[in-house]
């Protein structure tokens, strides 16, 4: 079993710009896509799609109580780019490490209160989540 769609909610700001710091963090792009304040989002190529997911309004604001749901871990090419780039849009490094045998791990907070998670995988840990072990 496997993940096959996630919804990131985000907080509409007056620019009316959804996810600006996910977008420049991963380089996604946005599509406005069903019911208002719904973004379908492109993650990859067209031959390699990437994650199936959207932003979604936020149904409730947050209240400095943590994170209150699943933590998404993005696959990244590059640890250190990921972690420039999460300072450089705004976002807060709150763990950085590494995993034997895994990867290099970073979790972070985005301006809007979402917590990430972004890995630089080792090649055979990459391999065997592509092949589902």
């Given at each position: ?110 301006p809007e209160g979402n917590i990430l998670g972004a890995m630089q995988y080792e090649p ?10």
């Amino acid at each position: 079993m496997r993940t096959t769609f996630s919804t990131l909610p985000f907080t509409p700001t007056t620019s009316g710009e959804p996810g600006s710091s996910t977008r420049g963090v991963f380089g996604w792009r946005f599509e406005d896509w069903g019911p208002p304040d719904f973004y379908r989002v492109h993650t990859g190529t067209p031959e390699d799609t990437g994650i199936a997911g959207a932003l979604q309004k936020r149904q409730t604001q947050l209240s400095n109580r943590g994170s209150t749901g699943f933590t998404c871990t993005i696959s990244v090419a590059d640890i250190d780019g990921t972690k420039r780039s999460v300072e450089k849009h705004g976002g807060t490094i709150s763990y950085s490490g590494e995993i034997p045998t895994v990867g290099k791990l970073v979790y972070f907070e985005d301006p809007e209160g979402n917590i990430l998670g972004a890995m630089q995988y080792e090649p055979q840990a990459l391999e065997n989540i592509r092949r589902g072990l």
